[in-house]
């Protein structure tokens, strides 16, 4: 690594923001910087690397003072896999313990996820759930309303929502 440039190995889609943040460390009052960046090296899967930057100062009170980076980095890829890893086990936990019945919907609004309570409140089992689409149990009078709050979800114009609903019970 010595005498390359960092930058190399950070993937094209990055390279703009890394660059940016080197060059406002380079003129910043800051002398450490540290923060996590994905890094692709030869011949290896990307890895995310947790670095810290100090910069210095060769020369400071001459005309022409050099400005140095020192890194130091370290792979924390494994570290983020595991809280990865904990937050998705956390996630079902709260999934499947829910009070209230819980599902993920594809943008067919197919079941993808269904969690124990929405099977005991419509009386389905997830095998069930599986053979037909939202549309399948969603009262008749309510399903426009089903399926225009879907679409402002999946087309992004809505990031979340709450409906009434009713819904067909076996």
Not at 10 to 22: E, M, S
Not at 85 to 114: K, P, T, Y
Not at 136 to 159: A, C, I, N, W, Y
């Amino acid at each position: 690594l010595l005498g390359k440039s960092l930058s190399m190995f950070v993937p094209d889609t990055d390279k703009h923001a890394f660059r940016a943040l080197l060059s406002n460390l380079s003129w910043s009052s800051a002398t450490i910087f540290q923060s996590e960046f994905q890094i692709q090296p030869s011949h290896r899967s990307a890895i995310m690397v947790s670095f810290s930057v100090a910069r210095f100062i060769d020369r400071p009170h001459s005309d022409s003072p050099t400005v140095s980076l020192r890194w130091a980095l370290r792979d924390v890829t494994a570290q983020r896999q595991l809280e990865a890893a904990e937050r998705e086990q956390m996630f079902r936990s709260m999934f499947e313990q829910a009070a209230v019945g819980m599902a993920h919907i594809d943008e067919h609004q197919n079941w993808m996820l269904i969690n124990h309570k929405l099977c005991d409140i419509l009386g389905y089992t997830p095998e069930e759930f599986h053979e037909f689409s939202t549309w399948d149990v969603t009262h008749p009078e309510d399903r426009q309303r089903t399926v225009d709050l879907h679409h402002t979800l999946f087309d992004g114009s809505m990031k979340q929502g709450v409906v009434e609903l009713r819904f067909i019970h076996k």
